[in-house]
């Protein structure tokens, strides 16, 4: 008995869609406003609010993986490492706070372990670029190839891919290069330009496979 191939198209939730959407630039709101209003990682207040924006952006990095497997198709697997590569980003970063409580809880740590601590968590901060330049450079060529998302926002995340890595190779033999800066910057605009657009497609049709060899491309929408 063959099986049969057909495509069919619904609608998922408008506001599910928004949240995971917004979500990106909660994440940004949240980290900002945490590091450079609250005190950063000089205060408990910003901490709490650095933490709560990284919850948010991983459901950011949900509504992504969505929008790649719909144009990648359900078993493509550049799709699944961009999602992969943004958990081991979250994943780094996360664990790099824990230095940073140990020194806040115990007042009277020597100096030079404080210092030893605080210097762990800004070298997860440059070991974060290899993960996020993963996440985009898979993220460009779906967005390039199947158009998951207008494919300027691809191009954008290749440059910002490249620029991540050249800010890591130049942190190994910089610990504090000022250079840096700028592929971090790129990657926060890519992140609110991305979640605007996945907000303005929220509650738009899909195109959802139901009987379909694995890793075929899904029509672009």
Not at 95 to 114: E, H, N, R, V
Not at 148 to 165: D, E, I, S, Y
Not at 194 to 220: D, Q
């Amino acid at each position: 008995m063959e099986k049969q191939e057909r495509n069919e198209t619904v609608v998922q939730p408008r506001s599910g869609r928004r949240l995971g959407a917004a979500s990106g630039l909660l994440s940004v709101a949240l980290l900002t406003v945490g590091n450079d209003v609250l005190g950063g990682t000089e205060s408990a207040t910003g901490i709490l609010a650095e933490l709560l924006g990284f919850a948010f952006f991983l459901f950011f990095l949900g509504s992504l993986w969505a929008c790649l497997r719909d144009a990648e198709g359900a078993g493509g697997w550049l799709s699944a490492t961009a999602f992969g590569a943004g958990l081991a980003e979250f994943a780094v970063k996360l664990g790099s706070g824990a230095p940073l409580l140990a020194t806040m809880a115990d007042k009277g740590m020597d100096p030079g372990i404080s210092r030893a601590l605080i210097a762990i968590n800004d070298a997860s901060f440059l070991l974060t670029f290899l993960p996020l330049a993963v996440m985009l450079s898979a993220t460009a060529v779906v967005t390039i190839r199947w158009g998951a998302l207008p494919r300027w926002l691809g191009w954008m995340a290749a440059v910002t891919a490249l620029g991540l890595l050249g800010g890591l190779a130049g942190g190994v033999i910089d610990p504090y290069p000022g250079w840096a800066a700028l592929p971090m910057l790129l990657y926060v605009l890519w992140i609110v330009a991305t979640s605007v657009v996945l907000i303005r497609r929220a509650g738009e049709p899909h195109l959802v496979e139901t009987a379909r060899p694995t890793g075929e491309p899904m029509p672009v929408r």
